[in-house]
């Protein structure tokens, strides 16, 4: 991997991570009979939505992908509201049979709001992972779904634990969000993760901070660590929460949960950080900072916000430095977008198969 090591710990950029994924990729998408279609929805003038919608673009034309950019709101006409237009702009794609991958750049509106827009978008199109079924999946540990789930509520029995990272005979991968999907890739890349170790529990044996516990973002990354096996102090403005597999040291029981739980935590986040192996900042302000000095010696930092959370000297403790994972998450897009068609295939076999039949 190409780094730069001008201080204690390396500075790796996001790029070789990336380059890991551009080959399957674009096997995948060489299987499809046509280059598939990716509509982005921009509807804010925010500057990283405008930057990650030209990246997307850049990135889909060296792979043959189509995509359509669709501009409403501000980002269509600067007397225009925020967001104004972008409810339509989904429901439009959704309805496009031509389209097969929809994504929208968030945050909008922010909160519940943006959270409805994302329970618009069909699950069939879904290439962020963003909606409540993919969610209720990755937090309870269901790793693959057949594909008529999605045309159904919550299934009321949950499935046994994967075992091996292939689907069964029926079934695909449920689809995960690409931000904490591209945290965990960078962790397996840079060997957080031991490839030793059972499917599914890799990341055991790691304690990890992810600070900011949004839905888009930081509670997810939790729970994805933490159904791997790790401990996770999730951290946000007035709560800790430990999110582990880990049974209670006065239980009876002693196997690990099928998936993770979530217990109060009364530690503060200086506690926390100095036992951490891995630490991940997701905050929205560039006034936020990791203090160095709380780091654990040779831990691994991943800065996911689009501002710097960490402080200039975090290589003094950090033996590993991300500043930024957004070409990790574009990939993670786009390796999305091969399994969103084909939820696509069998949801359309799903949809006949549930039609009445009619008898002469």
């Avoid at 780094?3 to 995948?28: H, M, R, Y």
């Avoid at 999907?181 to 962790?187: I, P, S, Y």
């Avoid at 192996?277 to 691994?300: I, N």
């Amino acid at each position: 991997m190409s780094t730069e090591a001008s201080g204690k710990g390396i500075l790796l950029k996001a790029d070789p991570i990336a380059n890991v994924f551009l080959d399957e990729i674009k096997a995948a998408l060489a299987t499809r009979p046509r280059p598939p279609k990716l509509v982005g929805i921009l509807s804010t003038s925010a500057t990283p939505s405008k930057f990650y919608a030209e990246f997307t673009q850049k990135q889909c034309n060296a792979l043959g992908v189509e995509f359509v950019l669709k501009r409403t709101g501000a980002a269509a006409d600067p007397e225009a509201g925020e967001g104004e237009g972008v409810e339509e702009a989904i429901i439009e794609a959704n309805e496009d049979e031509s389209v097969d991958g929809i994504m929208v750049y968030y945050p909008i509106f922010g909160g519940r709001q943006d959270h409805y827009l994302q329970q618009i978008v069909s699950p069939f199109k879904d290439v962020e992972g963003l909606h409540f079924k993919f969610h209720y999946n990755l937090y309870h540990n269901i790793r693959f779904l057949n594909p008529k789930s999605l045309l159904s509520i919550p299934p009321t029995t949950v499935p046994e634990p994967a075992v091996e990272d292939q689907p069964p005979l029926g079934t695909v991968k449920s689809i995960l969000p690409c931000t904490p999907l591209a945290v965990v890739k960078c962790l397996e890349q840079i060997g957080v993760y031991n490839k030793i170790l059972p499917y599914g529990d890799r990341a055991y044996g790691k304690t990890v901070t992810v600070i900011n516990r949004s839905e888009v973002v930081g509670r997810p990354l939790a729970a994805l660590i933490a159904n791997d096996g790790a401990r996770v102090f999730s951290v946000d403005i007035d709560s800790i929460q430990e999110y582990t597999k880990r049974p209670r040291q006065s239980a009876q029981e002693r196997r690990y949960y099928p998936r993770h739980v979530v217990h109060p935590c009364t530690l503060t986040l200086q506690e926390c950080l100095a036992q951490s192996d891995v630490v991940v900042s997701a905050v929205p302000s560039a006034d936020y900072k990791v203090k160095t000095a709380w780091l654990k010696d040779g831990c691994v930092c991943l800065n996911v916000a689009a501002d710097k959370n960490f402080e200039v000297d975090v290589r003094e403790k950090a033996s590993v430095y991300m500043p930024t994972i957004g070409k990790v998450t574009i990939m993670m897009l786009l390796r999305n977008l091969p399994g969103s068609l084909r939820l696509q295939q069998y949801g359309v076999i799903s949809k006949q198969e549930s039609r009445p039949t009619l008898h002469a």
